[in-house]
């Protein structure tokens, strides 16, 4: 056997972290791009692999744990952040991701997301949003866009989608951030940011199915459209796109898109991602398509702060209360003991 | 019959409190009203040892005792069942007379610092918040406040409002007992007629008192204490909640396990979750989840951390952990899943016992997912029952249900408390190199009882994945072979079913192997059998009695056990479970005693059933 | 037996919306206020008795429908709103009440409150807030404030609860309000209100559970303290508190309490319940205690929005392939069958 | 043995395409595997009607045809079972040779309108998607350009990659019949043993075409046609969710109910929400609730305003119901709860069959909370079985439980299809005045079986509350009351044990009631039995064949018909479930023959089992 040190050592390369299963995924499926910058990231984080836990629920996207040569629970639908929850629980050393779908995690699993953020577990989720149920082929999601016409929905879907950013933020989110299968740079940066991050991280990918929701984020990834469509943020930084040529500006409230050159970067309104208002105001970019505001979709940190870790006051609480001496005897004895002769 | 075999539903209760809190008009009204239930009841007077004692002291407290429920007459050596207090000073007068683990029902509002100051708490210390009550049944109510609040708009001075205090104690000891309020609204219309704003006041007290047992699902079923000879050892009281709660510590701390409780609140289970929060000496983890599925779910990743993971619930949560419940039997982790059963379907009598989810434990999830069932039988049974649920769900690497219900969860009796050393220690193959093939750690590979090993996530060189999928024999790895589906349903099935060969031979509880008539029965029935079946064999009646812990897989050596008899009677609450179990393992017309009114079998119905069987 | 007619008119008074049923709360329980104020504004909005329902889960709260004398179902534990969108869904002309409690649609209840607040169904949700499980006799809620000494965290509470407002705003819902049980003139505008909103209403009632968490409120109601720390809300009108003597700006994002008098009340803040990221601002001032920022708690509207409704756009669909002669026989025979002789 | 009466394994396969698409090699592959395996194979060849044809026309068409599962030799006869094809004008040909009800698997992207047009399909209407093909087991599977994402990165040029695409397909087939790659792979790693890029390539494609009917959850049990001589009439094909779901619309449209279906998706019942939410034109709403427990509360509101409520899923979601089914209970509302099994238990195995979930529906939840457990036993018998579900629901006011499984929910076979004169409308008590008390209405008042009243939310003057506490007989308010809980626990096991009175006697589906072994058996078995017990007949074996649709409550004269049998076989795709509930109830020493392999039971099987006990 080897050591544990053994072990961790020759893990640290992207192939250490591969397991020795076949991946399954369609051939062409998004999904394949964020295991591999996933794989990429985990060597450069300084964690030993066997203290790394992925854990999923159930969906296409959650085939990832099979795919990590680390600890991994492939769970049940919609439950994978409640079980990270008592693995963050009972070992606090863990790494702990949760992989899960839109289906899996604001469907079904939509209350434990929504507790998980406000207790914020320092766990990293790492949501696939393909806007479709890809597992059980083609039903819309809750992100599907209203009107999508799917397996379920063949006249078209009544419901509003959420806006996840916009949810996470409701539920006293502490990191949410936005990345894309196909920014393999970027996802990479918020994969370690996500790390990084004490507290739950809330990172929503775009991720493509090429089999049931096929170009959903087209506009985010097609090179013609990208640029008006898309709008990196970087903390300190003007917001500017458009290859440049655009930047936006606050009209009170209301975001405006400015021609840069009659505007200097400098009058742009500057990304503070510890700014929630600012943060709900980029999250409401997602309400507004391009071709009614011109405004593009935020990619990157839009909101990070600074809390408490749930299970580091667990750990508080409890270290103050702790005695290593505790005396079972005592405890079963009770206060009221007494003697039968 | 035996003096000390007496008929056990007998309750003595004491009303006391400040002569102005009429004490006398309570008690003197619940006598009525019992005695129109057509129970047997006597009292015996208790004044206040000084008449003219200031009130709030304990020479002050007045009281009226009564016992209900058999022929004999109280007997100053009585000990109360049930204390119901208006302050401080009557507690303290009254408390060493009261059984251990008996009930109490104080204001709190009369435990004030001038009360306590009274009655002579030292330093003030409040009873109520201290713990020196713990082992007792407490109902503190803020039975001043509430009165008040009720009768606010009742156009009656704060005096006379005061003054209708004991009608909601009342009604709240009536909810208690199951009575009627209508003899007590007969009365309060008489007396007050010409008075109406005062009849309205009692009236509305009364009422109050009446539903703040409902609205505060305060369980109504009580748990009889047998007063039966103890052995000789060190004791205390205990409940049976509390004894799961430290039964759990014990596990853990004894197997330098780190506990995890991970619950939603729900009656009768919630105070499980409330003993062990305050734990934290012991490093016990708990858990308030946002429902009963998270905190399954949780329990069940704390275990893959390597944590003793358990949850616990009552009917309706444990039917939302279905589906997670199966993860586990396919996961093969060990968790411990307590269900303190109350009356249903669905919501159900939140507040009254039954014991009606044996077979959701058994089938309440899709596939075949079997897993173990054990029953606690006594308040205190309750420790040793978790203890060895642990047991089994470490060694066998398995969840397993342990059934209690609110009549043993809440009511107390005398524990002969063992020491730690008595407690065996886990034998878990965790750390076992059964595991590795070839240098490959392998997660499903298995012991020769057929258990693969618990290996913490965190441990180098053993990372691995598990799932819900079908999983291949020994690699674990994903599998949608038939043959190989087949063979892990076996697995699964056989490593459950061989817990059998490890649990104690199923013995006779009482009686002999070759009696007419076998009593068959678990959980919470226990006392009240016992105690039947202890009478009838004075008597010279042929009976016996088996009481099972182990519900599945039964003892090896129960079919045979069974066989014996010529009639089996299975008294359950509930329409016959056990007795369906029973049935189709055994094909054995064993029958069912069916009782489902909420409330637990009375020694006379036992009894009662056993001489119809024997006369026939 | 009554005609229709007749049950209806005589039931247009609040005795006639009273049930039979004895009220079981606690004495001093602010669900006697909210159940009052409700059964005062049901006789106003011209809806007959039996179209009306009220649905609930489990908890003190949820035994509301009993009290009244329309439709009811005392459902199960978080479910009310699941059961509230099928009721609906068959029929959208009954007037659909949801009766919650902070246990029962925030904790176990969650999923189903944010997709409620997402498809918007045309239901009233009232979440009698107590900051409490009652039922149960004392445990934390998702809304107890973090450190909370109840009988499940008798060392204090751990999480950081739930900001309900920014929950439902986050969610996509169409019309946020905030009431309490001592201000029963406003709470029956708020009820009255509710129920006018085509969409789910989410109307947050601060209610104070005398047993298990006295004076939690307490600010909020106190002759001397309510002042500072309540700030009413009206459409149009100036954000003003402290009996007259302050108002509120915003200073760029950040609301800032200034004096009346140095400051006109035009200059103040003008509410707009329109207008999302200042309902989100408003929301926040949960996130500070007056000693803190010195902001009020806002009471009133502080957000409505026009969505199409859930039921509606159900309805849209189906009528628009509807077919009140639709075939059996043709169904049932299908496109390709044939004849065995 | 008769012609008339063959082994049903057999199943006939047809692989057709373009002569470039490599559809020779593709059939050998698969036979040479299926040979591998043990099974019989026969081939047929079936070359294009015009070698030099231009590719996409319907005279270029090459086919391989092989059958395999019996010695019988493939006769030109046969009809295909399976149909694979990679273009259009492959499947213009083919089509008219599949049996009613047989797979399709079509290169979708072999259907562009050049294909079309090709193949001359009018107005170049794309058969994959006009709804032509229903009654067929239709999957459409884009396989040029699955396969050249497979390969973009394999160094190869696009027409190599093209080359692939028969791989991908191999691939994906073996997944359906669940067979092995080994074979195949080795074959390539032969042939290409010198063009590593082509062989690397080719088993990419290989793999990805495997692993695709695994990601897709694509089912893999297949239901078998029996052959039988069809009595006259006019007939179409359906598949078991297409019949559930025509079923449900004939229930609402025959009693003028409006169709409320709420579900959340789940394979393999997903089906039945895709193709009511295309029947808007009778009104059918379609919910697909945030999770499964939302449907099932959604669908007991829809009741409770008036709708034929429905929810279906599959074992994990049914686990999810559970305590809202306890709700359904105790409101005495109709809902009808489908359940399309798959292999369990968890996540199991969600593309094979079982029917293991049949004591979850019986005790899935907590309390004593008895439902109509009902199961379909063919494709066609859904309908009729959903039908029945819910006039017992909507007469009985009660929850109904329908069970299918994948095997014949994914199967379509020949039906008889119903005018709808020929159903029979529902008997409600809805509107009549049982429950008007003096006046006053009263919401559990009940007809002389038992039924309270279903009253639609919003009618005038009969405004109610109801809830999941325990409820007073006849007002339906709240009661804690002892008795009452008793009296109420009894008339709602009552109410739907006295069903067994208004359903069909059980009958003997073939034998004699004097037969030695009598074969019972429930939901999809149905057919392999039935032809196993045909055969055996008509070799003079004294056998008998009894089915049941209703499972609880068993159909009045079960018991004694049974009791007339000496040895009574059970064989069940679980472990004995059945078998338990007969056993426990009859005490009868009924056996189990159980399999658990995710695959149906074989005629050869229940011959085997059959033939082995009367040789005992
Ligand atoms: C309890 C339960 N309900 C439903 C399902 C079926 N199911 C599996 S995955 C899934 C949704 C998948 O969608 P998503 O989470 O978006 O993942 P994707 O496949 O798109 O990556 C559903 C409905 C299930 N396995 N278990
Ligand atoms: C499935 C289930 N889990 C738990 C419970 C127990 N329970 C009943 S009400 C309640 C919480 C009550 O709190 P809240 O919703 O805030 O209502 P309140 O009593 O404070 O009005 C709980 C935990 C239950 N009845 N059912
Ligand atoms: S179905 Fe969609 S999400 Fe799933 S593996 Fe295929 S492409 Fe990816
Ligand atoms: S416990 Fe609290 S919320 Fe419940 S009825 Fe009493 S005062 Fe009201
Ligand atoms: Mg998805
Ligand atoms: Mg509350």
Redesign the pocket.
């Known amino acids: 056997m080897k050591t544990a040190k053994d072990a961790s050592t020759t893990a640290l390369t992207p192939r250490g972290f591969a397991s020795n299963q076949d991946i399954r995924w369609c051939p062409g499926c998004g999904d394949y791009s964020i295991l591999k910058q996933i794989q990429t990231v985990m060597p450069t984080l300084g964690v030993p692999k066997e203290k790394m836990v992925f854990i999923s629920?159930?969906?296409?996207?959650?085939r990832f744990p099979y795919y990590m040569n680390t600890y991994g629970l492939h769970g049940?639908?919609?439950r994978a952040i409640a079980i990270a929850s008592g693995v963050k629980s009972t070992s606090p050393d863990l790494d702990v991701w949760v992989v899960?779908?839109?289906?899996?995690s604001l469907?079904?699993g939509g209350n434990h997301l929504i507790h998980a953020l406000r207790k914020n577990f320092n766990i990293n989720i790492v949501l696939?949003n393909?806007e479709?149920?890809?597992?059980?082929k083609g039903?819309y999601?809750p992100t599907s866009p209203s009107g999508q016409v799917t397996k379920s929905t063949p006249f078209g879907s009544l419901d509003r989608p959420f806006n996840p950013a916009s949810l996470a933020l409701g539920a006293e989110g502490t990191f949410v951030a936005r990345g894309i299968d196909r920014n393999p740079v970027q996802l990479r940066e918020l994969i370690a940011a996500s790390h990084r991050h004490e507290g739950t991280s809330f990172l929503e990918v775009y991720q493509n199915?090429n089999v049931f929701n096929d170009g959903a984020f087209h506009a985010f990834t097609d090179k013609n459209l990208r640029d008006d469509h898309v709008i990196n943020l970087e903390a300190g930084k003007p917001l500017i796109f458009g290859g440049g040529t655009k930047g936006i500006r606050l009209d009170g409230f209301t975001p405006r898109v400015v021609p840069l050159g009659e505007y200097a970067p400098e009058d742009c309104w500057i990304h503070d991602p510890q700014d929630k208002i600012k943060a709900s105001i980029l999250a409401s970019f997602f309400d507004y398509s391009v071709e009614q505001a011109g405004l593009p979709r935020p990619f990157g940190i839009l909101y990070e702060a600074n809390r408490p870790t749930y299970e580091q006051t667990m750990m508080d609480q409890i270290e103050r209360h702790f005695d290593q001496e505790a005396d079972l005897d005592a405890l079963l004895k009770g206060n009221n003991s007494w003697e039968v002769k | 019959m035996e003096q000390s075999v007496k008929d056990t539903e007998d309750v003595v209760i004491l009303f006391a409190g400040d002569s102005g809190d009429g004490i006398q008009l309570t008690g003197g009204q619940f006598t009525d009203t019992i005695a129109l239930f057509g129970s047997d009841v006597s009292t015996f007077p208790n004044y206040p040892a000084d008449i003219r004692a200031p009130v709030g002291t304990t020479s002050g407290v007045s009281g009226f005792q009564l016992k209900f429920g058999s022929a004999e007459v109280f007997t100053p050596g009585d000990q109360y069942d049930v204390l119901v207090v208006m302050n401080a000073a009557a507690l303290r007068v009254n408390l060493p007379n009261l059984k251990k683990g008996g009930i109490i029902i104080a204001n709190s509002d009369g435990f004030d610092s001038r009360n306590l100051r009274l009655a002579q708490y030292i330093g003030e210390e409040n009873p109520l918040q201290d713990r020196s009550l713990d082992g007792y049944e407490v109902h503190a109510i803020e039975v001043t406040k509430l009165t008040r609040e009720a009768l606010k708009d009742s156009g009656l001075g704060m005096k006379a409002i005061d003054r209708c205090k004991n009608m909601f104690v009342l009604g709240f000891v009536y909810w208690m007992f199951s009575q009627d309020l209508a003899n007590t609204i007969r009365f309060i219309n008489h007396k007050f007629q010409y008075a109406p704003e005062v009849r309205d006041a009692n009236l509305k007290a009364l009422n109050k008192g009446h539903h703040y047992g409902d609205t505060m699902e305060t369980f109504t079923s009580r748990f009889d204490v047998k007063s039966a000879q103890l052995p000789a050892g060190a004791y205390r009281n205990i409940n049976g909640n509390q004894a799961m709660a430290l039964g759990l510590v014990a596990a853990a701390k004894r197997n330098d396990l780190e506990l995890f409780y991970a619950s939603y609140p729900i009656t009768p289970a919630s105070d499980i979750l409330h003993e062990l929060s305050r734990h934290k000496r012991f490093g016990v983890k708990t858990f308030q989840a946002e429902d009963e599925i998270a905190a399954i779910c949780a329990a069940i990743g704390s275990s893959f951390a390597g944590g003793l993971a358990v949850t616990g619930s009552s009917g309706p949560g444990i039917a939302l952990k279905g589906?997670a419940l199966g993860l586990a039997v396919m996961l093969e982790l060990p968790v411990v899943i307590i269900n303190v059963q109350r009356g249903g379907p669905s919501t159900g009598l939140p507040t009254k016992t039954e014991q009606a989810d044996l077979l959701q434990a058994a089938y309440g999830r899709n596939g075949e997912a079997p897993l173990p069932i054990l029953a606690a039988s006594s308040p205190r049974d309750c420790f040793d029952t978790v203890y060895e649920a642990a047991r089994i769900a470490v060694e066998y690497m398995t969840p397993v249900m342990v059934l209690s219900d609110g009549y043993i969860a809440n009511g107390a009796e005398p524990w002969k408390f063992p020491t730690s050393a008595e407690l065996h220690p886990f034998q878990s193959n965790a750390g076992s190199e059964i595991t590795n093939v070839e240098g490959v750690f392998m997660p499903y590979a298995r012991d020769d009882r057929q258990v693969r090993p618990w290996v913490k996530a965190g441990t180098p060189g053993k990372e691995h994945r598990i799932g819900g999928l079908e999983k291949e024999l020994v690699t674990g790895n994903v599998s949608y072979d038939p043959e190989n589906h087949e063979r892990m349903v076996a697995i699964r099935e056989g490593k459950v079913a061989g817990i059998a060969k490890d649990v104690p031979a199923q013995i006779i509880h009482r009686g002999e192997a070759e009696a007419k008539v076998c009593v068959l029965s678990w959980g919470s029935t226990f006392g009240a059998i016992e105690t039947a079946i202890r009478d009838l064999l004075q008597q010279g009646v042929s009976v016996a009695h088996v009481h099972l812990r182990y519900l599945y897989p039964f003892p090896a050596n129960l079919k045979q056990l069974l066989s014996g008899f010529e009639t089996i009677l299975i008294p359950e609450m509930n329409r016959g479970q056990l007795a369906m179990m029973i049935r189709h393992q055994f094909l054995i017309d064993a029958r069912s005693i069916s009782k489902v009114q909420g409330l637990p079998f009375t020694v006379e119905e036992i009894k009662k059933v056993i001489q119809n069987e024997l006369s026939k």
Chains 1, 3 share one sequence.
């Open positions: 629920g159930i969906g296409c996207s959650s049940i639908h919609g899960t779908g839109d289906g899996d469907s079904i696939f393909n479709i149920y890809g597992l059980t039903q999601s199915c | 589906e």
